[in-house]
């Protein structure tokens, strides 16, 4: 079992940075690839970026690549994601979640075993 939680969202201006983090319970966190995924009003939930067990490989969806970040600490039992050049259409709840049964990443919702409650960011322009 693990427990996933968000913090660092909050209001930026367009252009600014933001950096989330997840903090996972348990010591198996090395175990598992971690994601993000974010949820905008009104939308689906989508794919945002990816990271191996061992931070080795990330991946990122196209919407965010050469802005965003996704890292991890596994001392620490935290991923995180730095954010920049914030766009309006970058509002979203923002999610963490962990994958155990996987062979290294996965953009899949699907494949996730454990989600955090999620975490608000709003850009404004």
């Known amino acids: 079992q693990v427990q996933l939680g968000e913090s660092g969202g909050g209001l930026v201006q367009a252009g600014g940075s933001l950096r989330l983090s997840c903090a996972a319970s348990?010591?198996?966190?090395?175990?598992?690839?971690m994601g993000w995924f974010r949820q905008a009003p009104g939308k689906e939930r989508e794919f945002v970026a990816t990271?191996?067990?061992?931070?080795?490989?990330?991946y990122y969806a196209d919407s965010v690549k050469g802005r965003f970040a996704i890292s991890r600490d596994n001392a620490k039992n935290t991923v995180y994601l730095q954010m920049n050049s914030l766009k309006p259409e970058d509002t979203a709840v923002y999610y963490c979640?962990?994958?155990?049964?996987?062979?290294?990443?996965?953009?899949?919702?699907?494949?996730?075993?454990?989600w955090g409650k999620g975490t608000l960011v709003t850009v404004s322009s």
């Open positions: 979640a962990a994958a155990g049964a996987i062979a290294a990443i996965t953009a899949r919702a699907g494949a996730m075993d454990y």
């Open positions: 348990g010591r198996t966190f090395s175990s598992y690839a």
């Open positions: 990271i191996s067990r061992n931070g080795g490989v990330t």
